[in-house]
């Protein structure tokens, strides 16, 4: 069972508590921010392996969360996934392709697709 | 004989002799005018006398100084001095009847015998100098109209890649907004098939799933009704309902969402309020449930209220009602004002793509309050305090 730290960035509380719930029951460790800059906070002090970050949300969207993850020595290195229900392409991405590592469309994946996916990934 | 013994032509001689030249000048549309250098008139053809409407007098032996027949702004000694010079140039001189003529003058200098004397051809340029400006005008007035239709158009091209952008942004926005919920009820489906479930967990799946699905519904139906709208086939249907019934379900609903987030929600009913009214309860509901609903979704914190007014009409059936909806919320920037109530431009701010939703309520509310013959405006917005807008409708009052 994995003991990877996930940090999810997700503004919907329904979805947040879906995955967290998901990924949790395959033996995840994951963490929850409501916001772009709760999270870049939460990102360094967990320590986290990864960062499921959405796009849509108030305040700071994903590509502003990105660019801050960049800013912090200790966030840079971090890899992100993004999850979201735009369509790939939407948002201009591509300076920040050393540290996104894919795109996921929410719609297309339930929890225990995704928990599969991130095992995937860390194997 | 030698040439120097040849003798010289007598001045009767050469008058006569110019006598067929005479009659081809005097037969000639151009006027001729010889003159000698002191400004004697020696010779004028039929068409200068007609010019000058002086048919009947000899010009032949007057001279120029005495009246400048052809200029009202050169004097006759400047004119002279100006034939003599041999240069082309223009008058202008009045006829007979008045009429201004503007003459082009070619003239030649030559001797005879030891006196200096031109010959003018003038011809009447007045109707092709009008001519030429009718065509200047016109050529002017026409880039002034292609400028302004340029432009015209060039503002037409910008609202119409405005609104291309808007839709596609919007069509952006809408996969983005079907897609959430539909993401929920698939995912907690999929908890719900565990086992290993509490009563409580279920119950609160569940709940996510019919509440995401009400979402779901609610924003395909309010896309669908805008098509509607849009298209002139929404039907209006009205008939008596309680008035005070419709208010009091919107209380409920929304008095739960309020305290959710903390917030206080506050409905007044004004003096003389009708119990029932006649006009499209459907209609009226959507209208009000967009304007308190959005005022909830746009306040994080302090109230929304909702104002009911009556304005009467002694003996007159129809009364105006005012549904006044405020809240303390974000506001709205001053220059989005114009572009609230549209259904596609407000995604020209790219803040409203952001936002939970279809984005068409106001839109919605707008166009169904005109249907009702009402209106729904902005009253006022401010980003510091909160916006209030009114949804005015005349209505029938009629008892139950």
Redesign the interface.
Same mark, same amino acid.
């Given at each position: 069972m994995s003991q990877h730290r996930i940090l999810l960035i997700e503004d919907?509380e @329904? &979805?947040a $508590? &879906?995955?967290r719930?998901?990924l949790e029951?395959e033996g995840f460790i994951v963490y929850t921010s409501k916001n772009g800059l709760q999270g870049i906070t939460k990102a360094i002090e967990k320590e986290v392996d990864l960062v499921l970050l959405d796009l849509?949300?108030?305040l700071a @969207?994903g590509r502003d969360v990105l660019a801050m993850l960049r800013l912090n020595a200790k966030s840079q290195n971090i890899p992100v996934i993004i999850i979201? +229900? &735009? +369509?790939p392409g $939407?948002l201009d991405l591509s300076q920040y392709d050393d540290q996104v590592i894919d795109y996921w469309?929410?719609?297309e994946i $339930?929890?225990?697709m995704l928990a599969s996916r991130l095992q995937s990934y860390f194997s | 004989m030698s040439a120097s013994q040849v003798p010289r032509p007598s001045k009767k001689y050469l008058a006569m002799s110019l006598d067929p030249y005479r009659e081809m000048f005097e037969e000639m549309d151009d006027m001729i005018l010889i003159l000698d250098d002191s400004g004697m008139i020696e010779f004028a053809n039929t068409a200068l006398r007609r010019q000058l409407g002086k048919n009947r007098i000899r010009f032949t032996g007057r001279n120029l100084s005495e009246r400048n027949y052809f200029d009202d702004l050169l004097s006759a000694e400047e004119l002279l001095k100006t034939i003599f010079e041999e240069k082309s140039f223009i008058t202008r001189s009045k006829t007979h009847a008045g009429e201004n003529r503007h003459l082009d003058w070619k003239t030649k200098v030559f001797v005879i015998g030891k006196k200096k004397k031109a010959m003018a051809i003038i011809r009447d340029m007045t109707e092709h100098m009008d001519l030429q400006k009718k065509v200047e005008d016109y050529t002017k007035n026409l880039q002034e109209k292609v400028y302004e239709r340029t432009h015209e158009l060039e503002k037409e091209k910008q609202k119409a890649i405005e609104l291309h952008q808007a839709k596609a942004l919007f069509l952006s926005k809408m996969s983005h907004e079907l897609r959430t919920p539909l993401t929920a009820i698939r995912g907690y489906a999929e908890l719900l098939e565990e086992d290993e479930i509490s009563d409580a967990d279920r119950k609160q799946f569940v709940s996510v799933i019919e509440k995401n699905a009400r979402g779901l519904l609610e924003m395909i139906n309010e896309t669908l009704n805008m098509i509607k709208i849009e298209q002139d086939r929404y039907q209006i249907h009205e008939k008596t309902f309680s008035l005070c019934n419709l208010i009091k379900h919107l209380m409920d609903t929304y008095q739960v969402l309020a305290r959710e987030k903390g917030l206080q929600f506050h409905c007044q009913l004004g003096e003389h309020i009708p119990e029932n009214i006649y006009s499209d309860p459907i209609a009226v509901s959507q209208i009000l449930t967009n304007l308190i609903g959005n005022a909830i979704k746009f306040t994080h914190k302090g109230k929304v209220s909702l104002s009911v007014k009556i304005r009467r009409f002694p003996k007159k059936i129809t009364q105006k009602l005012y549904f006044y909806v405020s809240d303390t919320g974000i506001g709205i920037p001053s220059h989005y004002h114009k572009r609230v109530f549209r259904s596609f431009e407000q995604y020209l701010d790219n803040q409203s793509v952001h936002e939970r939703g279809s984005g068409l309520g106001l839109a919605i509310s707008h166009q169904l309050a005109k249907l009702l013959n009402g209106e729904v405006k902005l009253l006022t917005s401010d980003t510091q305090k909160g916006s209030t807008f009114v949804f005015s409708l005349p209505v029938r009052i009629k008892s139950a």
């Amino acid at each position: 069972m994995s003991q990877h730290r996930i940090l999810l960035i997700e503004d919907d509380e @329904d &979805l947040a $508590t &879906l995955y967290r719930i998901g990924l949790e029951k395959e033996g995840f460790i994951v963490y929850t921010s409501k916001n772009g800059l709760q999270g870049i906070t939460k990102a360094i002090e967990k320590e986290v392996d990864l960062v499921l970050l959405d796009l849509m949300m108030p305040l700071a @969207d994903g590509r502003d969360v990105l660019a801050m993850l960049r800013l912090n020595a200790k966030s840079q290195n971090i890899p992100v996934i993004i999850i979201s +229900n &735009l +369509n790939p392409g $939407t948002l201009d991405l591509s300076q920040y392709d050393d540290q996104v590592i894919d795109y996921w469309v929410k719609s297309e994946i $339930t929890p225990k697709m995704l928990a599969s996916r991130l095992q995937s990934y860390f194997s | 004989m030698s040439a120097s013994q040849v003798p010289r032509p007598s001045k009767k001689y050469l008058a006569m002799s110019l006598d067929p030249y005479r009659e081809m000048f005097e037969e000639m549309d151009d006027m001729i005018l010889i003159l000698d250098d002191s400004g004697m008139i020696e010779f004028a053809n039929t068409a200068l006398r007609r010019q000058l409407g002086k048919n009947r007098i000899r010009f032949t032996g007057r001279n120029l100084s005495e009246r400048n027949y052809f200029d009202d702004l050169l004097s006759a000694e400047e004119l002279l001095k100006t034939i003599f010079e041999e240069k082309s140039f223009i008058t202008r001189s009045k006829t007979h009847a008045g009429e201004n003529r503007h003459l082009d003058w070619k003239t030649k200098v030559f001797v005879i015998g030891k006196k200096k004397k031109a010959m003018a051809i003038i011809r009447d340029m007045t109707e092709h100098m009008d001519l030429q400006k009718k065509v200047e005008d016109y050529t002017k007035n026409l880039q002034e109209k292609v400028y302004e239709r340029t432009h015209e158009l060039e503002k037409e091209k910008q609202k119409a890649i405005e609104l291309h952008q808007a839709k596609a942004l919007f069509l952006s926005k809408m996969s983005h907004e079907l897609r959430t919920p539909l993401t929920a009820i698939r995912g907690y489906a999929e908890l719900l098939e565990e086992d290993e479930i509490s009563d409580a967990d279920r119950k609160q799946f569940v709940s996510v799933i019919e509440k995401n699905a009400r979402g779901l519904l609610e924003m395909i139906n309010e896309t669908l009704n805008m098509i509607k709208i849009e298209q002139d086939r929404y039907q209006i249907h009205e008939k008596t309902f309680s008035l005070c019934n419709l208010i009091k379900h919107l209380m409920d609903t929304y008095q739960v969402l309020a305290r959710e987030k903390g917030l206080q929600f506050h409905c007044q009913l004004g003096e003389h309020i009708p119990e029932n009214i006649y006009s499209d309860p459907i209609a009226v509901s959507q209208i009000l449930t967009n304007l308190i609903g959005n005022a909830i979704k746009f306040t994080h914190k302090g109230k929304v209220s909702l104002s009911v007014k009556i304005r009467r009409f002694p003996k007159k059936i129809t009364q105006k009602l005012y549904f006044y909806v405020s809240d303390t919320g974000i506001g709205i920037p001053s220059h989005y004002h114009k572009r609230v109530f549209r259904s596609f431009e407000q995604y020209l701010d790219n803040q409203s793509v952001h936002e939970r939703g279809s984005g068409l309520g106001l839109a919605i509310s707008h166009q169904l309050a005109k249907l009702l013959n009402g209106e729904v405006k902005l009253l006022t917005s401010d980003t510091q305090k909160g916006s209030t807008f009114v949804f005015s409708l005349p209505v029938r009052i009629k008892s139950a």
